[in-house]
Nanobody, 115 residues
Framework: QVQLVESGGGLVQAGGSLRLSCAAS????????MGWYRQAPGKQRDLVAL???????NYVDSVKGRFTISRDNAKNTVYLQMNSLQAEDTAVYYC?????????WGQGTQVTVSS
């Protein structure tokens, strides 16, 4: 099985920064995609950013230039550096891993941006 554990959420003022981390454990394939989704109250869960095990990245337009996704394959860990945070970024952020045609999710970490 695969477990994902997030950390790094919290409360920050608009314009501030946070860094999220997600450590994967269990049976991790060398080929996978990891990333982050977010869900604001009353809204669906949406993609934020993805990164493949080869380092290719994909971002939703609203975070381009502000957020950076990275990973440490040796530690099976993915990071999300979030800068210039806005009130609209307030959401529960979920870590995501896809491997061998299966999706796995973390428990979520709250990010709240005060304006």
């Amino acid at each position: 099985q695969v477990q994902l554990v997030e950390s790094g959420g919290g409360l920050v003022q608009a314009g501030g920064s946070l860094r999220l981390s997600c450590a994967a454990s269990g049976r991790i394939s060398g080929l996978n995609t990891m990333g982050w989704y977010r869900q604001a109250p009353g809204k669906q869960r949406d993609l934020v950013a993805l990164i493949t095990s080869g380092g290719s990245t994909n971002y939703v337009d609203s975070v381009k230039g502000r957020f950076t996704i990275s990973r440490d394959n040796a530690k099976n860990t993915v990071y999300l550096q979030m800068n210039s945070l806005q009130a609209e970024d307030t959401a529960v952020y979920y870590c995501y891993l896809n491997q061998l045609f299966r999706n796995y999710w973390g428990q979520g970490t709250q990010v709240t941006v005060s304006s």
